[in-house]
Structures are given as structure tokens and as C-alpha cells.
């Protein structure tokens, strides 16, 4: 073969890579959507504002033990009722009572925790006095709700859930709420 | 597309080096223009390149007059971006790609015995593209809105909204990347088809190797930038949406695709560059290049590497900790064949007979300051320590080390190593020294503590900064000055050295070995390598 052709016929073979490269970039859009997809990375909206299906799971009923505690704190806290019986995807509400016992204002932290464990993410809170913190002023009584559905996809074999907060004192702002008062 | 062999009509000159003044059909300007030799052609790539590093370097001193004081100064906020995009637009596709392309065409038919390039007048072409790209990338200053003000990797979505400029640069990418793909092409089927009876592949000079590779990465990458682009201009005027959110694009999207090409970039930069190391290191040692076949295979094994780590220029982009962590293991990876190189480069001096004339002292200050560039980019390619570190300066000062003290101070290793070849006479040695040791010192003082900065998180492309950062900028913008003039008197030394340098012998450097040392004369004929040498 001569050069002349042999040489022809590399060009020919890298002018083909180069225009197999340049339908490669465009490639890279599904190819990227995919990737996306497979990984859940691309979402506008964040995972847990995505709609689900929010019908009430009528044959199951799941009891929440109230539970609750102190750390620490001189607060009496403690659930209105002792358990309620609600069904998946049903919304529920039910009220905590705290009262001060101190002579000075207090500022507290609510802690939830579930039992089991994991039933704590099937466990969604659209209202809680655990999302802020709690300032109450010497002898005050205030009642704090919590409103929330349990996710119909929990496991079956939870039957029950035990809902159980601690207060736990926020120091800094005790001492800050005890200085205004002052 | 015409080989060498019809592309001239001199059969008269065969074997008789006497003929080195024929310079074809034409003369003055249209020698050049028509010219279809590559000597000639690697000379205008070197020319142009000079031409456009200096544009780039007035834009880069423009950035660092703004930056010399707090608070704006001299430019707004608008001008600074354009100056910060074509600065780097210019250097990599004007200055510093076209200037290894130079080197290619100059020497590689020399190395390997070959009597031009495969396609002689494509390769006039590949060239003439140049100067138009040049000029629309130039001309985007004066369109209303002025050039593109979006950072030389053009990103979406900014570059979705920019005014006219932006299409002009979009075409100026265009034409550049169908020029390094017909260059590359031509490279390819150079070395692949028209080496000298004897000369395997496994004989040929390293520089050869490295740009063989190059030319292999350019023909997978820039088609992807082409594509890139291409999707910004229909998503700018026919209604696409790759990347326009407004209709459900993805701007992350362009950071991918743009990434996959710009990753290999990198080393399309830096590859050619080895290569010139490779022949100045062991010329000067007087040894031949320690570990041959490792650099062949570091080579291979970086440039396939360089596809598989592109996310790392995009760590904060929101990806899942698993890509953050490919990318991160992929990256560090390329240490090792890097490594490799370098530790070949010092053996090959190890107990040598050392000489420090310029071209090796810029190879030396190549094998400093690049390393020190390659260690940042080790320090960079850690997730954690890239998501504090991510557009600081530390990031701007990392990659000037390898661009820079990387790509430009090889090339001036390899303008001073072959200028006896290509001129016939020698360069002003004393002068060539001063040029470097200037360029050293003042290269360090404007990249060195701009490593400080980036660290203290002095973000990139902003052109005001708070009162903390005075002083180390001020040190930054004097040592840009300093750089930009010290780069006035290698122009100077090269013009010397073309006019009334001392006629040089055949071999300027004792340990040089590569065919056109060995056998062509000083300077090289026009025509060279007509009758290909048996190499044995």
C-alpha cells in the first residue's frame, strides 16, 4: 500500500473517532439523567416534601406510648394521655403539660426519641415544641401539642411505638432569660 | 489533503542540503501564507503563540492592576470578568496549545527521520485557522456587552445569557478545536506512518511519544468541547435546553461534559511538555533518559487516567459521596505514574555530568515548581480539603504552578534547547540566564503567596477583596509586572539571536542524540530527510 493511501486511511480512521467523540458529548445528556436518576441526586424538591400517598391505612391501628422526662431540670412534664391508638397516615395530635417549679425563668430543649428505633422514620411531626426551645417563666404551666402522622410504609410487626421526649436544660439561655427578668 | 509526496515540486533538492533557501513558489508574505513545509508552519505556530501570550499577559497584568489595591480601581466589575475569561481563554487555546503544536511540527518529522508532515497543506490549514479564531476571540471585546465575562470554562448558565461575544467566542472554540483535531490527526499519521526505516516506535525520542498521546487525547477530547459549546449556542438560539433550567436543562450538566474535556486538557498542556523535558534533562546530564519504557507507559497510563477523574474540578456541585469518592481515589491515582516521571527526570541526572545552560535550568525550574504544582493538586483532588479550598487562590496559584512553571517553562526550555537548530545560531547564553533566573523569581512572587491567599479563602474572578489581603496582593501584582517585562527580553533574545548570533556547529549540546543533532546540519535545511535514514 502506498503512503499516500495508507495515510489517507489513518486520517479517515481519526476523522471517525473525532466525529464518534463530538456524538459522545451529546451521549453524555441521557447518559447524565440516568446516572441522576439511579443515584436520586436531581431533585428540585427535597425527598421529604415529594407527595406521597396520603390515605389512611384503616386496617391497621398502631399505639403511641407518651412518654417523658427531665434531665436535670426542676420542670413537672408530663403527657396528657398515656397512649392513643391511631392508624397509619392518620393525622393525630396529642398535648404534653409542663410547669416551671423554680423561682427563676428556665429555658428548655426538647429531645424526641422512639421505640423501636426505627420507627422513628416512619414518624412525621408537622408540630412539636421539640423544633424550638422553650423559655417558661417561674410557675408557669404551658400545654405544648404535638401533631403528627405515622407513615403508612411502616413495617407491620410495629404495633406499637413508644414517643418519648426529654427537656434538657439550655444553660446560656436560662441565665439569659433570669438576666432580663432582672 | 495531499501527502508530502506531490506536495512539492522539488525533486531537484533530493540529497543536497545546498537547496535549504528554496523556499517554494513564492516569497514575502506569501510564502507564508501558501507555505506547506513544516518548519515553516511550526514557526508561525510559535509566532502566533508569542503574539498571543503577550495579549494574554496584557490581560493578566490588567487583572493584577486591579488587584494591586483594594476597592475598584481602573476597571468594573464587568471588564475585570472579560479580562479574567479571555486571559484564560487565550493562554490555553492561543498561547500554550499552539506553541507545543510548534514544537510538534518542528521537530517531530526531524526525530523520526521523516522529510515533512503526513498532510502538508491540511497542516497549512490547521495553522490558518488560527489567526481568524484569534481575531473573533479579540474582536468579542468590542460587540455590545462586550466579550464573555464567564470564566474560561464558559459555564451555564451565565454563558446562556451573555450578549454577542459570547457567540463569537463560541465560534473562536469552534475553529480552534477543528484546528488541533486536523493537527493531531496530522501528527498521528506522521508518526505512525512515515517513521524512518528502523526507527520503532519504542526508539523514538520521548517527545514524539508524549505528543503521539497528545494527539490521541485531543482527537477524544476537543470533539466534546465542540459538542459542549454547540449545545450553549442552540440553547442561546434555536430553542434547545440543555442546560437552560428555565425549560428543565441542567447548567451541572455543562459542568460534566465541559469537565471531560478539560480534564484531559490538562495534560494535553502538560504531556507535550514531559516530552520536551525528557530531551532537555538527559542532553545535559549526558545520559540517556533513565527508564525509557516507564515514561512510555506513565504517559499512556495518565492520559487514560485523565478521563476517568473530571468531577474533581466540580466537587461542590452537590454529587453523592460515592462520586466524590471515585473521582477523589481516581485522581490521587494519577500520582503514581506522575511520580514515576519525575523520579525518572531526577535519575536521569543522577550521577551525570551536569551542565546548567538555559535550557536546562528552565527544565529545572520546570521539575521544581511543576512538582510543587502537582503536590497542590494532590492537596486539591481531597474532598474535603478541595469543598474549603474550591475558587480560592489556592486553586488559581495550583494550576499557574503547572501551567505556568509546567507548560510555559518547558516551552522556553525547548525555544532556547532548539533555537541553535532552527537558526543556525546560538542565543546570547548570559542573557538566556538572566531570563531565567528573572522568570523563576518572579514567578514565585506572584503565584507563591497567592497560595496564602486562597488559604486565608480570598475567593477567584472577584475584583475587590477585603483590607487582610493587601499585602500579599500588592507582592502578587509587583511580581506580574516584573514577569510581564522579564518576558520582553526573551523577545529580544530571540530577535538577538535570529540577527547576529554566533553561528552554531551542528551539535550545540554534547548530549543531545535525537536525529536532528546527529544527522542534519545547523541549522536545519529547508528540506530535511528527503532519503529517510536507516536508524539501527
Known amino acids: ?182 | 489533503m495531499s501527502s508530502v509526496v506531490d506536495s512539492h515540486d522539488h525533486d531537484h533538492a533530493h540529497g543536497g542540503h545546498d537547496h535549504h533557501d528554496h523556499h517554494g513558489g513564492y516569497s514575502g508574505v506569501m510564502r507564508w501564507i501558501t507555505t506547506t513545509n513544516h518548519k515553516d508552519i511550526g514557526t508561525m505556530y510559535l509566532w502566533f503563540s508569542f503574539m498571543m501570550f503577550m495579549v494574554g499577559g496584557v490581560m493578566a497584568l490588567a487583572i493584577r492592576l486591579e488587584l494591586f489595591s483594594p476597592g475598584m480601581q481602573f476597571f468594573n466589575p464587568d471588564q475585570f470578568n472579560q479580562f479574567i475569561t479571555m486571559h484564560g481563554l487565550i493562554m490555553v487555546f492561543g498561547a500554550i496549545m499552539p506553541a507545543f503544536v510548534g514544537f510538534a511540527n518542528w521537530q517531530i518529522p526531524m526525530m523520526i527521520g521523516a522529510p515533512d508532515m503526513a498532510f502538508a497543506r491540511l497542516n497549512n490549514w490547521s495553522f490558518w485557522l488560527l489567526p481568524f479564531a484569534g481575531t473573533l476571540l479579540i474582536l468579542s471585546f468590542f460587540t455590545p456587552g462586550g466579550a464573555p465575562g464567564v470564566g474560561w470554562t464558559l459555564y451555564a448558565p451565565l454563558t446562556v445569557q451573555m450578549g454577542i461575544g459570547m457567540d463569537l467566542t463560541i465560534f473562536a472554540v469552534h475553529i480552534l478545536g477543528m484546528s488541533s483535531i486536523l493537527g493531531s490527526i496530522n501528527i498521528i499519521t506522521t508518526i505512525l506512518n512515515m517513521r524512518a526505516p528502523g526507527m520503532t516506535l519504542m526508539k523514538m525520542p520521548l517527545f514524539c511519544w508524549t505528543w503521539l498521546i497528545t494527539a490521541y487525547l485531543l482527537v477524544a477530547a476537543m470533539p466534546v468541547l465542540a459538542g459542549a459549546v454547540t449545545m450553549t449556542l442552540t440553547d442561546r438560539h434555536f430553542g434547545t435546553t440543555f442546560f437552560n433550567a428555565a425549560g428543565g436543562g441542567d447548567p451541572v450538566l455543562y459542568q460534566h461534559i465541559f469537565w471531560f474535556f478539560g480534564h484531559p486538557e490538562v495534560y494535553i498542556i502538560a504531556l507535550p511538555a514531559f516530552g520536551v523535558i525528557s530531551q532537555v534533562i538527559p542532553a545535559f546530564s549526558r545520559k540517556p533518559l533513565f527508564g525509557y519504557a516507564s515514561m512510555v507507559y506513565a504517559t499512556s497510563a495518565i492520559a487514560i487516567l485523565s478521563f476517568i477523574v473530571w468531577a474533581h474540578h466540580m466537587y461542590t456541585v452537590g454529587m453523592p459521596v460515592t462520586g466524590q469518592l471515585f473521582f477523589m481515589y481516581a485522581t490521587t491515582l494519577i500520582a503514581v505514574p506522575t511520580g514515576v516521571k519525575v523520579f525518572n527526570w531526577v535519575a536521569t541526572m543522577w550521577k551525570g555530568s551536569l551542565t546548567f545552560e538555559t535550557p536546562m535550568l528552565f527544565a529545572l525550574g520546570f521539575l521544581f515548581l511543576f512538582t510543587l504544582g502537582g503536590f497542590t493538586g494532590l492537596v486539591l483532588s481531597l474532598v474535603p480539603v478541595d469543598i474549603q479550598l474550591h475558587d480560592t487562590y489556592y486553586v488559581v496559584a495550583h494550576f499557574h504552578y503547572v501551567m505556568v512553571a509546567g507548560a510555559l517553562f518547558s516551552a522556553f526550555a525547548g525555544v532556547y534547547f532548539w533555537l541553535p537548530k532552527w537558526t543556525g545560531k546560538m542565543y546570547d547564553e548570559k542573557l538566556g540566564q538572566v531570563h531565567f533566573w528573572l522568570t523563576l523569581i518572579f514567578f514565585n512572587m506572584i503565584f507563591f503567596v497567592q497560595h496564602f491567599l486562597g488559604m486565608a479563602g480570598m475567593p477567584r474572578r472577584i475584583p475587590d477583596y477585603p483590607l487582610m489581603f493587601e499585602t500579599w496582593n500588592k507582592i502578587s501584582s509587583i511580581g506580574a509586572f516584573g514577569f510581564g517585562l522579564t518576558q520582553l527580553l526573551f523577545l529580544y533574545i530571540v530577535l538577538k539571536c535570529i540577527r547576529s548570533g554566533e553561528p552554531a556547529p551542528q551539535k550545540p549540546w554534547e548530549g543531545a542524540d535525537s536525529l536532528e543533532w546527529t544527522h542534519l546540519p545547523t541549522p536545519a535545511p529547508y528540506h530535511s530527510f528527503e532519503t529517510q535514514p536507516v536508524v539501527k
Not at chain 1, 422526662?69 to 398535648?95: D, I, M
Not at chain 1, 410547669?99 to 428505633?117: D, E, F, H, K, L
Not at chain 1, 403508612?152 to 426529654?166: E, H, M
Request: glycine share 6%.
Open chain 1, 1 to 182: 500500500m502506498s503512503l499516500e493511501r495508507q495515510n489517507r486511511r489513518t486520517f479517515l480512521r481519526f476523522a471517525l473517532i473525532a466525529a464518534g467523540m463530538f456524538g459522545f458529548g451529546y451521549a453524555l445528556v441521557p447518559f447524565y439523567y440516568q446516572i441522576c436518576a439511579a443515584w436520586d441526586v436531581r431533585n428540585i424538591e427535597s425527598r421529604a416534601e415529594r407527595p406521597a400517598n396520603t390515605q389512611v391505612d384503616l386496617g391497621r391501628t398502631v399505639t403511641v406510648e407518651l412518654d417523658s422526662n427531665t434531665h436535670k431540670l426542676p420542670w413537672s412534664f408530663r403527657p396528657l394521655v398515656k397512649h392513643v391508638a391511631v392508624h397509619p397516615g392518620e393525622v393525630a395530635t396529642v398535648e404534653y403539660e409542663v410547669t416551671n417549679t423554680r423561682g427563676v425563668p428556665i429555658t428548655g430543649q426538647a429531645i424526641a426519641s422512639y421505640g423501636p428505633q426505627l420507627a422513628g422514620e416512619y414518624f412525621r411531626k408537622f408540630e412539636c415544641f421539640c423544633f424550638t426551645q422553650q423559655t417558661l417563666q417561674p410557675g408557669e404551666t404551658r400545654r405544648l401539642p404535638v401533631v403528627f402522622v405515622i407513615d403508612p410504609k411502616l413495617p407491620r410487626d410495629v404495633n406499637s411505638i413508644a414517643l418519648s421526649y426529654t427537656f434538657f436544660e439550655v444553660e446560656g439561655r436560662s441565665a439569659a432569660a433570669a438576666g432580663d427578668r432582672s
